[in-house]
């Protein structure tokens, strides 16, 4: 009996979408609810306001709009979707998945969906495994989402926190490409020692939910800030070096690099490092640290103002919790 085997090939961005909250809370707004000033947290973070989801708007509503938008910029329809991969950390509900509710949402009927939790690395993750996917010819049309609603995880009585986070969606839609073409290589990784540095401690089998927990608020983001810091610079240069050699690259080969949004000093200090500050794409200011969503947001704003040309190369890289970090390459190609 002979076996056919897939060939592989390419596989590329043709659509991008993005969705934020309408509703905003700036630094001015923060300095009403916790011992914190504007001056405070732009010189420490670059932040000045963040997009936040009014109740009863779910992580599902946020990623099945951005999805639209990203279907609309690909000229695709929903039923050609074979698969939906929703990167998150603050799913609808622990299950059935976020992607199987965008898929409800977004009448995917003929797509399988699945989310998977990489923190705020979740995006580039979710895009190398769907690049996987279709290289090997499993899948040919695939969503790819990053979605939060982390001002539900955030403790707004702390203030070296609350100020961080804000709420969004970002998504793309991939699909077969020539050799050589959209994704050209990626690396992930991971250092389970360091899971204790970010991590919501409660709701799961290790600390199941009670009176005590939600008292105690470990149903809310704990974060040891300063090692962090000093860790995400570390495996940002890293993962960014790497990738590049994989790829047989140089940095000067570097057109854009969108990196995880999470604080502007950190994204300084880590392009600085790297020696390419001045191909920087940032919109932190305006949307703060939303986790998964931080990079497919900014990489459709960049799309959509036209600075991403035919042919550029792109760096995706990113950080989070587990302790996660990664990076992938994108020859642009013009949708």
Partial sequence: MKIRMP??????IIGTGSAVPERILTN???EKMVDTSNEWIVERTGIRERHIADEGITTSDLAGEAALKALEDADMTVGELDLIIVATVTPDTIFPSCACAVQREIKAKNA?????????????YALSLAGDLISTGRYNNVLVIGAEI???IVDWHDRNTCVLFGDGAGAVVMNPSAPGEGIIECVLKSDGSLSDVLLLPAGGSKIPASFETVKSKLHYIHMKGNLVYRHAVRVMVEG???VLEKAGLKKEDIDYIIPHQANQRLIDLAAERFGAHDKVYSNIDRYGNTSAASIPIALDEASRLGKLKDGDIVLLVGFGAGFTWGAALLKWCDK
């Fill in 7 to 12: 060939s592989l090939r390419g596989a590329n």
């Fill in 240 to 242: 960014a070096e790497e």
């Fill in 28 to 30: 001015f707004d923060l």
């Fill in 150 to 152: 982390l001002s539900r």
């Fill in 112 to 124: 399988a969906a699945f989310d998977i939790s990489a923190g705020c690395t979740g995006f580039v």
